[in-house]
């Protein structure tokens, strides 16, 4: 295995032949897909998280490189799932899986090749789709400790070709990228190549504001919250938003507006700061807190969210 830099120059596809496709990044929660999806862009276009299951919908991220357009899908994190709004995310990943032209498999390999893990590539692999596996977070683990798992997956799935990456450092993403970029079906590209993702302005504030509250929030209060934009209006310079932050409970809507405001204003500050940074243009963003009870358990709810 060779160190490479991370993939922000287009590889050398196998072949000039012009090839297209979806590619679904599919694993258990926190196996680093949004991560992996933003550093094979070289853009973050997905929110990432300490924190499990961060991840809600599905999240399209397109890579144009000389001979292939692959239009990478990160999914929400396939898990046990009991609410309402968990059982979604979970069909979310689902559909991504049965849809797509190519489904990676992403693997931890520092937490080890589990049950959860064997789990979802069973779906995987029922799905009838091609697919390959990313062994993930090489940088955390040894060469001993990464050869053992890569013999336990290729045991449990003969045949399946197994890339060992790292999302964090860029180490083998070009790899990848050639592996997957040789499998896609033949055709032309479906978006212009300078083009990152499909979401809009107002699904972007969204995610960046709810990134923020799960780094500034504990417990259960960031799974039970969620952003609705009211209003984002393109002025010269300046993008004027404002948006709602969904709770379920008063005691949740103090968590998250804190001591005199503090918490809420560093949220918004930081949530602009990234709007900034992904749109290269200033931003006004304006939050408020509304609590709306028991939100991830109304299906109406739900579906006015995208969810």
């Given amino acids: 295995m060779r160190e490479v830099p991370p993939a922000t120059q287009p590889p050398t596809a196998p072949d000039q032949t012009s090839r297209c496709g979806t590619v679904a990044l599919a694993g258990r929660s926190n196996v680093g897909k949004s991560t992996l999806l933003n550093r094979l862009l070289g853009a973050k276009v997905a929110i990432t998280s300490t924190k499990p299951q961060t991840t809600r919908s599905r999240v399209l991220g397109i890579r144009t490189v000389a001979g292939a357009q692959m239009i990478w899908v990160d999914t ?14 979970v069909e979310t990943a689902q559909r991504s899986i049965d849809e797509a032209d190519l489904i990676v498999g992403v693997v931890d390999a520092a937490a080890g090749f589990g049950a959860a893990d064997r789990e979802v590539l069973r779906r995987v692999a029922a799905s009838r789709r091609p697919w390959l596996v990313a062994l993930n977070k090489i940088d955390l683990v040894t060469d001993g400790a990464l050869l053992p798992l890569l013999d336990a997956l290729g045991k449990e799935f003969p045949g399946i070709d197994l890339v060992p990456v790292s999302a964090a450092s860029g180490k083998n993403l070009a ?11 033949a055709g032309p590209a479906l978006y212009p190549e300078d083009e990152l993702t499909d979401q809009t302005g107002r699904t972007l504030v969204q995610e960046f504001v709810r990134e923020q509250i ?83 358990k109304s299906p109406r709810v739900l579906n006015e969210l995208g969810l």
């Fill in 76 to 89: 929400p994190g396939v898990h046990r799932a009991r609410s309402l709004l968990n059982r979604r995310m």
């Fill in 175 to 185: 790899e990848l990228e050639r592996t997957v970029a040789g499998r896609l079906p």
């Fill in 214 to 296: 799960f780094a500034a929030t504990e417990g259960e209060v960031p799974y039970r919250t969620a952003v609705a934009v009211e209003r984002f209006e393109e002025k010269p310079g300046v993008n004027v938003v404002a948006a709602t932050i969904l709770v379920e409970r008063e005691t949740q809507k103090r968590i998250v507006i804190g001591a005199g405001g503090t918490r809420i204003r560093e949220i918004g500050s930081r949530a602009r700061r990234e709007l900034e940074r992904f749109f290269g243009k200033r931003f006004y963003l304006e939050l408020f807190v509304k609590v709306r009870r028991d939100w991830t």
